[in-house]
């Protein structure tokens, strides 16, 4: 019913800039989430920004100043713009859309598929 499709990933040098993106498809409420999260291998799921429909964003310490979340509500689209990017960003990093049913009161998670950034020399 809800479909996340991630681009952007590839590699890039230590210093460099990337950006994702991230089309939301399907049923989409409007009390929503959308975000970011990021897994490097043997390391657990963990949240890089997020941003709800009409709310400020929040970003996780090590990225605070270099990535900025932002969306585009006509186009359910979320970015990620990710600027002087370290070796330690490397990761599959996920679209995640979390939104509220407010009829039955459950808040529903959706994933994409994850695209591979990798940040090295």
């Known amino acids: 019913q809800v479909q996340l499709v991630e681009s952007g990933g590839g590699l890039v040098q230590p210093g460099g800039s990337l950006r994702l993106s991230c089309a939301a498809s399907g049923s989409i409420f409007s009390l929503n989430t959308l975000g970011w999260y990021r897994q490097a291998p043997g390391k657990q799921r963990g949240l890089v920004a997020s941003?709800?429909?009409?709310?400020?964003?929040n970003y996780a310490d090590s990225v605070k100043g270099r990535f900025t979340i932002s969306r585009d509500n006509a186009k359910n689209t979320v970015y990620l713009q990710m600027n002087s990017l370290k070796p330690e960003d490397t990761a599959v990093y996920f679209c995640n859309l979390d939104q509220r049913n407010s009829i039955i009161g459950r808040t529903s998670r959706y994933w994409g598929q994850g695209t591979q950034v990798t940040v090295s020399s």
């Open positions: 941003i709800p429909r009409g709310g400020t964003a």
